[in-house]
């Protein structure tokens, strides 16, 4: 399984199929808020169906039981990957996997928990979200509760990938957005790096976006991101 996740941003089945048509090899992709509530549900089966593995990012947080309720008709659907908001707390994750293990047909997907998103700076969460200390400390916490409460990893910057593996052992993954090539914009994210950096600091999985969707030859540019996550 690819180390880099290609995030489908896009707004419509037809982007999605043009996309993914010129590769003839199984990849990994984010399925995200953008091209679910656009699409529906049913975009990840078709997805799975051209043979590609799915990261389901919608970032479940409610209460224990209505996580539960979700994540058991969101594993029917053969996504790889799922994730919740560290920010709801140990019982609403645990309350995740268990909804998971009830609705899996086969092996549950794996299940993470987003930490601090790569649009949050010091000064934000500080200032506007009222949590003290630095990000690092942060989302060390969180992922210690995640990884308390069961989950599979943590979604993160890559400038916290090895400060959780440290605290949490190279086994708990860390899945890292904010991927920019170095000629690309850094757009509204703030916690940003570049595939190689990503490497350097230990990242299981990487999401890319607009470097790789809005590249002239994507495929080329994939397996470029690629060869250095794996080299």
Known sequence: MSKTIVALDFSSRQEVENFLRPF???????IGMELTYACGLDIVPLVKDMGHHVFLDLKLHDIPNTVKGGMKNLAKLGADIVNVHAAGGIP???A?????????????PLCIAVTQLTSVSQEMMNNQLGISGTVIDC????????????????VCSVHEAKAIHDVCGKEFLTVTPGIRLLTDDRGDQKR???PEYAKEQGCDYI?????????????????????????
């Open 24 to 30: 003839d090899e199984p990849i990994f992709v984010k």
């Open 92 to 94: 609403m994750m645990e």
């Open 96 to 108: 995740a996997l268990d909804g998971l293990a009830e609705g899996a047909q086969g092996k549950r």
């Open 139 to 154: 989302v060390k916490h969180y992922a210690q509760n995640a990884k308390a409460a069961g989950l599979d990893g943590v």
């Open 192 to 194: 940003v790096a570049t």
């Open 207 to 231: 999401v890319v976006g607009r470097s790789i969707t809005k590249s002239d030859d994507p495929v080329k540019t994939y397996h470029q991101i690629e060869e250095i996550m794996e080299g």
